[in-house]
């Protein structure tokens, strides 16, 4: 979750780094959800945007 100080409306995006092996990812808001479909490791970098400041946090997922 994220709270902007000014209130400003935040939006949520994600990017993927490597070959999801058909997994899909769904977002809604602040939430993401992975279904695996096969056996992958990718990165996947969360970003929060203020529309004035954009925070991101890379992840590396491993599905076996």
Do not use: H, K
């Not at 490597?18 to 977002?27: D, F, M, R, V």
């Not at 279904?35 to 490791?41: D, E, K, L, Q, R």
Request: aromatic share 8%.
């Amino acid at each position: 979750t994220a709270v902007d100080p000014e209130n400003d409306p935040i939006t949520w995006s994600y990017e993927v780094t490597g070959n999801l092996n058909g997994i899909s990812i769904a977002q809604s808001d602040n939430v993401f959800t992975i279904t695996p479909s096969a056996a992958a490791v990718f990165d996947i970098t969360f970003a929060a945007n203020d529309s004035v400041n954009v925070v991101t946090s890379t992840s590396r997922i491993s599905i076996q």
